[in-house]
Nanobody
Framework: QVQLVESGGGEVQAGGSLRLSCAAS????????MGWFRQAPGKERELVAA????????YYADSVKGRFTITRDNAKNTVYLQMNSLKPEDTAVYYC??????????????????WGQGTQVSVSS
């Protein structure tokens, strides 16, 4: 079992920044690939960014490239999502997830087997 708890969401104006954190507990965090997803009302949950177990490989959705950065601190069992230049279309519930079967970057949603409860990000124009 892995427990994930997100924090750092909130309301911000367009152009602003937020940093999301996801604290993991339970099984060995350091061995697993992690990802950040988001889901806006009426839309499917989509992958925003993913990171390998070491942090050496990352993936970003085209819509956030150059604005978001995913990092991890394995000593603290925490993964982060730094979000800069936020846009109203970034408004969504953001979820972190872990793929306990892989160490490399994972881009397929169904491969993530543990999820956090989500944190709301709202960007006003």
């Amino acid at each position: 079992q892995v427990q994930l708890v997100e924090s750092g969401g909130g309301e911000v104006q367009a152009g602003g920044s937020l940093r999301l954190s996801c604290a993991a507990s339970g099984r060995t965090f350091v061995s697993y690939a992690m990802g950040w997803f988001r889901q806006a009302p009426g839309k499917e949950r989509e992958l925003v960014a993913a990171i390998s177990w070491s942090g050496g490989s990352t993936y970003y959705a085209d819509s956030v490239k150059g604005r978001f950065t995913i990092t991890r601190d394995n000593a603290k069992n925490t993964v982060y999502l730094q979000m800069n230049s936020l846009k109203p279309e970034d408004t969504a519930v953001y979820y972190c997830a872990v793929d306990t079967n892989r160490v490399g970057v994972t881009t397929r949603r169904y491969e993530y087997d543990y999820w956090g409860q989500g944190t709301q990000v709202s960007v006003s124009s």
